[in-house]
């Protein structure tokens, strides 16, 4: 299950965007229960989480999933920014291997100046009496910004890049992956050819353009 769950705090920070909303459903204390309705009902096993605010995580939504039997990993945004990723998993169904986080910020190059953030956990599956490979699960919010495509695709390739490390075996395969985010993408765009077909046609693309 992967879900964005909206920081209260950059829905209060851009709050003309849920003008449209009644003011009382917007309230965390009115959200939150909601969410974690949702969480129950579809009782995944595996939980990707974006726009998880830090001070909620620690109060509440960390401890309110560990009472339903999941595991919690975090990773916070850069350059102060409220919320980050989170990955949740029934340790009744797995056991926890390893937790990479990822961050894309790069001091002084342009294509990484923001501060979004992946996390990328390798999980092994406990089945009893059965020889099971690790699977490879991965959580990330890229950019928001419509017009900046181009950064989106470096996030996305850095994502990819610890996915590939953290997902190959000692024989040269691959286990299974699993990767979840708000890619703030669209079916057709170039980010999501990229990902479904493992290549990239840039013809009518802005290469080498500056966009504002």
């Not at 075996?169 to 999501?192: A, E, H, R, T, W």
Request: glycine fraction near 6%; aromatic fraction near 8%.
């Amino acid at each position: 299950m992967s879900y964005n769950i909206l920081s209260q705090d950059l829905l209060e920070d851009n709050s003309h965007l849920y003008r449209h909303c009644r003011r009382p459903v917007l309230h965390w204390s009115f959200r939150f229960p909601n969410i974690l309705k949702e969480i129950k009902h579809f009782d995944a096993d595996v939980l990707c989480l974006q726009e998880v605010q830090e001070d909620h995580y620690g109060t509440e939504i960390r401890p309110s999933l560990e009472s339903l039997g999941y595991h919690c990993e975090y990773k916070m945004r850069t350059g102060k920014k409220p919320d980050g990723c989170a990955i949740c998993f029934k340790h009744s169904k797995f056991s926890l291997l390893s937790v990479n986080p990822v961050e894309f910020y790069r001091r002084d190059i342009p294509l990484l100046d923001r501060d979004n953030v992946g996390l990328v956990l390798l999980l092994q599956p406990k089945i009893p009496c059965a020889a099971s490979p690790a699977i490879c699960v991965a959580n990330t919010h890229l950019l928001y910004n419509p017009r900046r495509g181009d950064i989106k695709l470096t996030q996305l390739a850095m994502l990819l890049a610890e996915i590939s490390s953290v997902a190959h075996q000692k024989d040269g395969s691959f286990c299974p992956i699993v990767m979840c985010g708000d890619f703030n993408s669209v079916p057709g765009s170039p980010l999501y050819s990229f990902i479904k077909e493992g290549k990239l046609n840039y013809e009518g693309l802005a290469i080498g353009k500056v966009i504002i």
